[in-house]
Every structure is written in C-alpha cells, then in structure tokens.
C-alpha cells in the first residue's frame, strides 16, 4: 500500500477541498461569479505580500513573472545588478541577457547568501543601476538571502529592488512595504498550496513609474494590462480559472491563520528540521538556510540521484535532488505550504531509514528526537 | 434548482473524468511519471493538429502562443501581413507591433472572411513578407478563414502561413501538413475540453530555420527551448501539472474519436444550430460561418448584454455576447468541444424561450424542428 509523500520545493501539497473544488463544473471568466474571485484573490494576496500596494496575476510558471519584471520595468540600454547565487539567480541574469540588458553580475558561491555590503559596493561605483535583482530564498541551494538589508541599500537611492519570492512567499518573511522592497514576484505552486500555472507580481509607486518610462517588447506580460484589469476583476486573456478557485481556498486558510503565524510554523518546522540533520550528522548545505527548504550535503559515498530515485520508488517519497552542477551531491528537503510538523517527521524518519538502507552509519531515532525538541520547546 | 450550461467559445466544458482526475494529489513535474505524461501528450496532439511536426506546449494562455509565434519567427525590422476580421485578427497585430515589426494589415469586414486573392495580391507587392498571420476561426464573429486557400498562396514562396487555431482546433478542419501551413498555435480550454492554462505551437521544418534567424527578445516563451525540452518529456519552467492531466484524458477521448470523426460531429452540431437560427427567423452575423460557434446578429430592439445577463441570470445558460463594437449586438453560441447533440438542443431550446420571454415573435420549437432534421438526416 504505498501512499505518496511530496516533499519538493514546488509543486507542494494542495489542500483536499482545493483539489476537489478544481473538480466542479468550469464556468465563464467574465462571469460575474468570476469577476468576484479574481477581486477577492488580488485582495488576499495583498496579505500575503504583506503590502498595500496592488498585487497582479499571470497565467504563467513564475518566470513569467521574473520576465515580467524584466520586460516592464526596464529600458534598451539599461543597467542592472544580478545577484547569482544558484540556478535561479542565474535565471534573472539570462533574461536580462535576453533584452539586452547590461547586467552586472554579483556572484556568490552556491549555498552562500549575499553580503549587502557587495551590493552597496556596486551601487556607488554604478549608481545608474536601474534595479537589483535578487532571491529571497535561492530554491536551488536552500539560501535564504537578507532582503531586509538589501532593501536598506536601495530604498533611499533612485535604484529598484526586485526580489524573486517565488518559492518563499509565505515561508520566509518578505515585509514588501516595511522594508521598501520595490516589486516581488511568486507563484501559485510553492507556499501558496496551490497547482502551477499562476504567476504573480506587486510593484510600488516608484516601480510603477518605471513601467511607465519602459519601452522593452511586451505583450502577455504586460503588468499595466494585467493591473488594471485585475482591479475591475478582469483579465485581459483567458486566465487558468480552476487554479483561481483552488487559490481562493488556500487563500483563504493562510488568512486564517495569518501570514506572520504562517511564516512562524514554516520557521518552526525548518528549524526541526535543520537539527534533524545536524542530529543525523550531516552537514547543511546553505550557510543562511531558508525556512522554505532544506539542502543537505551529501557524503561523497552517496549517490544522490540513486538516493532521491529510491526513496520516491521503494518509499514512495519524493524530496528533490540537486540542479545542474549540485546533481547528485545535495538532497533538498522542503516544508512548504500545506504542511506541518507531522509532515516534517515523516520527512526525516523516512530521510533517517533512507540512509540506513544504503548502509550510512546512522543512528536510527536521532533526527527524530531533535525535531520533536523543536517542536516541544515552540509549543510548551 | 438551477442548471448551468456553458456555451461560451472557451472555457468549454470539461469531462467529469477530466475533472476528477485533477483532484488526485499533485506530483512533482520532474518525475518518470510526469515525464511519460509529458511524451504522451505532446504525441497526441501531434493527432489533433493533423501533422507529423512536433508539437509544443507553453504553460500560458493561447495568447502566449501568438506572442511566441511573432517573437521566435521574425527578426527586428521584418514585415508580416496580418488579416484582421475581429478581435482575434488584431491581436496578431497588436502583438506585432509590440515587437516593432513592420504590420501589412488585410481589413475584413467583421463577419466575413478574407479572401485569399486579397493576400495573393499584397504578397506580390510585397515578397519580402517574413509571414502572414490568419485566423482559423475568429471567435468574436463566428467567421471561418479559407486556411487551405491560403496556405496555397504561401506554401510556394518563401513567406511562411501561421495560423492562430486557438479556438477552432478540433472543431473546424486544418490539415497542417496536407495543407502545406508553417505554424498553428492553439490552446486548451476550447476544443481540447481542458481548463484554460496550457498553449500550444506546432511548427514545420521551415519554420524552425525561422526561429534559427529569429533575433527579437525572449525567454518565458523561447520556442527552442520548449521544444527541446518536450522531446525529453521535460519542460524549461514548472508546468501546469493539473491541467496536463486533464489534458491526456480530454485527448484519449478525442483519439478514440478519431480527430476526422471530431469536426465531423462539430459541423453537424455548427449545421443544426445555423438552421435551428434561420428557422427562428434571425440572420446569421457570419457570412462564412465555423464549427466552432454560431454568432447570431440580435434585431435592434433587443439589448444583447440585457439578453445574455438574463439567460445567465434566470435560466443558468452562458452564451458569449459581442466585444467590443459588436457589444450587445450579437449572441455567441459554442458548440465546441465535450458537446453533442443533446447538448445543441439545449442551446437552441433556452434561446427560443428567452426570445418569447423578452417580447420577441417567435414561433417556439421552430429552431429545434430544424436543428433535428439535420441530426436525423445525417444519422439515418
């Protein structure tokens, strides 16, 4: 009887009454019913985003949005700071490469997270950056950065701070307005609980000045029209309507318990399972780690990609492994969205057996005990 | 206790089965089962679009296609001709123009059809043309493209014929490669009776030397790279996973079907409710009318935003009313995609009472009469 765990950093679990709500009778997008759930899902992602600026959506993956923020933002011409710390770092470059754009990159070694201080180096020997871009959690090493103190190198110059939250969004704090971050883009399929396929973005004041100035191809990632349209609760193209009803209901349920609790028990259960690992003896991957995920170093006698294939077909257990030049050599572990500690345990319990079954000395229990340390501790 | 009916031309509705099975629990998008999902359903719409080529898909709406058949096919400074007969028709111009590309437009009269003379004739004036952007089926009319004749002016010259099939694919006929067209672009809320969210693009050999030269900016909407990664069962960015799902058993269906036997079965439902319209005593708006859907011009006295409202409102029946210029002018009524004959009578049954309710002279059960002579004939 095996029954299917999904422990990867998007797709995440979604809630069962999502799901089956996805399963009624599809109705017109410019219905009145429909125009109703759009308004209601921009004014909760505005919780979410922990804004009072005006959130847009896309029927897209999440890069859809990060092209979004590139393509609207930007002018011929300009120059940007990239901050490259992983695959997804990487990716903001190679969509400013894409437009032309002059990107200065700042590169961090995998698993590192950036020091502002870098930042604020590049911004006064170019203080004609139009934006930073960078990653609130760099899923592919588990690296949270400090977008706080980004913000803090930005918010007083006329440069723009545009932050890539797509898989930390509602895991690892993002205080948009309290910090003065400019634009954040997520996704639906990560801390949001529900199924790929929207992708979503808030600007401010200013970055909406700057959409104003760009003058870079756009057509379906135009935030203007997506903006506006979202305010009448409207779309300017047919949007994924069933993944708008699952959203409302994850929506819902993060509102309920409201984003700072969220973030807290996304905390809570990264932070069981980091002493898990440390426990098990195992080194993390990340210096920074993100409550989103969790990356663990493998011993050079491991082979992660047999490890990962094994516990998803022998255990029914899906983590994920590592991307490009981190194949093989990191597991990632996370706890995202629909989760909590039971599923944390379970994570580490089958990670623990996991381990023994391919003959690593581990002493069954240990990850276990240090988790529920966390979790007793947080709760009493 | 209400009912509700869908005839919009897109979102159409879904197979319960379809439906379910997006409720099982989501799985990673990277995994052997996801990539045999992958590899199947690419295979199987390689049926629906009647071609050899490979087929790719974009997590996006049918407008992402367009905008990726202008930004992976054309160089800066190129010219295209773009037949423009409705909204649809603009689209690809409003899309070019986006990119700067230099636009021939062909204006049609909203309701007809181009023809193909018209195209001949600017394409010796002008043949240095990269492409011609047509329309299958321009669903804010109702008005069916002669493809056929077209791709008979371009198949022999260098130009190549892209066609937006967004909401006629396995409705109305295109015989991509019998027909000699280069690139048809569609999507999967119309006559693949999934939830709108996924897009499509198949290209032809000549094509793809196009998308070698092409020069414009892209990422999120790289063909190449959709492409290639499909071969493998693989995507760029996360799919929508759920929707992939409904997809394959939306295509099993169509399959077992047959896609010949699938537009038969909607030109004898687009038949019937032409009759079924003309029997009622009203004029067709389109004068080269689709499979897809049957645009009706509604008599001056009658308020078509106030009819379509009512329907809605009271009888739990969703036609589409006109966009933009034809706003409260016409009616739209799809009979596309999880539809039969059953479903036509319902249709044309709920617009012969809502007529009669408003006031409006009609001979009820006339239209039905007429729908079912077409149905007995052509089953007998």
Partial sequence: MKKHFLFTPGPTPIPPEALLAMAQPIDYHRSEDAVALIKDVLEKLKHVFQTENDVLFLTSSGTGAMEGAVANLLCNGDKVIVIRSGKFGERWAEICDAYGIDVIPIDVRPGDSVASEAVEAELSDNPDVQAVYATLCETSTGALHDIEALAGRTKHTPTLLVVDAVSALGADDLQMDNWGVDVVVSCSQKGLMTPPGL??????????????????????????????????????????????????????????????????????????????????????????????????????EIDGKAFVKMMRDRHGITYAGGQAELSGKIVRIAHLGWMNENDVIVAISAFERGLAEIGYDVSLGAGIAAAQEVFTKQTS
């Fill in 199 to 300: 992708a979503f973005a808030a600007l401010n004041g200013r970055a909406w000045e700057a959409v104003e100035q760009s003058d870079l191809p756009k057509y379906y990632l135009d935030f203007r029209k997506a903006h506006e349209s979202g305010l009448k609760g409207s779309v300017p193209y047919t949007p994924a309507v069933t993944l708008l009803i699952a959203l409302q209901i994850a929506l819902n349920r993060i509102c309920d318990e409201g984003i700072r609790n969220t973030i807290t028990r996304h905390n809570r259960m990264a932070l069981a399972t980091r002493n898990a690992v440390k426990a098990i003896g195992l080194p993390l991957f990340a210096t920074s780690p993100a409550n989103t995920l969790t990356s663990i170093r493998l011993p050079e």
